[in-house]
């Protein structure tokens, strides 16, 4: 199995389309046996959904996630969590474990505004808000 997750920095980028870089996690037996960084070379929106199936990966883990990305990866074939926030190491290891906290009905719908620093559909990790939650 692959996972991906929206990246920087360590930690899970706060808005699909917008993201520079996954985290692709490569998992075998349920343990993660490698992972690697892929640049999306200005890709955005739901063209990372075809770039996310050309590699192979079968789950996303990201914070704000509109909903034409959304069909997008549906589309595709890849199951998505929206609305996690934190580390990405982390969040792929509570996937793993079955516990990864995240925001099934995330949407992120302010296109053509201008975000926070840390992105869409969030207040940031430590502000007590939950992540991808206006």
């Given amino acids: 199995m692959k996972i991906a997750v ?3 920095n360590g930690e899970i980028f706060q808005h699909f389309g917008h993201t520079e870089e996954f985290k692709i996690y490569n998992v075998e ?3 993660v046996k490698s992972s690697e960084i892929a640049g999306t070379n200005g890709n955005g929106h739901g063209a990372l959904a075809d770039m996310l199936k050309a590699l192979n990966v079968d789950v996303l ?4 996630i509109g909903g034409g990305a959304q069909a997008a990866l549906t589309e595709a074939g890849i199951k998505f969590y929206g609305g996690a926030c ?3 190491d ?3 290891e509570a996937l793993l ?3 990864l906290e995240f925001n099934p009905d995330v949407q ?3 296109h053509g505004e201008h975000h926070h620093e840390g992105g869409c559909g969030s207040h940031g990790c430590s502000s007590g808000h939950q992540c991808g939650v206006e």
Avoid: F, Q, R
Wanted: aromatic share 4%.
């Fill in 6 to 8: 929206t990246y920087e």
């Fill in 29 to 31: 037996e349920g343990k």
């Fill in 61 to 64: 883990i990201c914070g704000g």
């Fill in 86 to 88: 934190g580390s990405a």
């Fill in 90 to 92: 982390a969040a792929v």
């Fill in 97 to 99: 474990a079955g516990n």
């Fill in 108 to 110: 992120c719908s302010h």
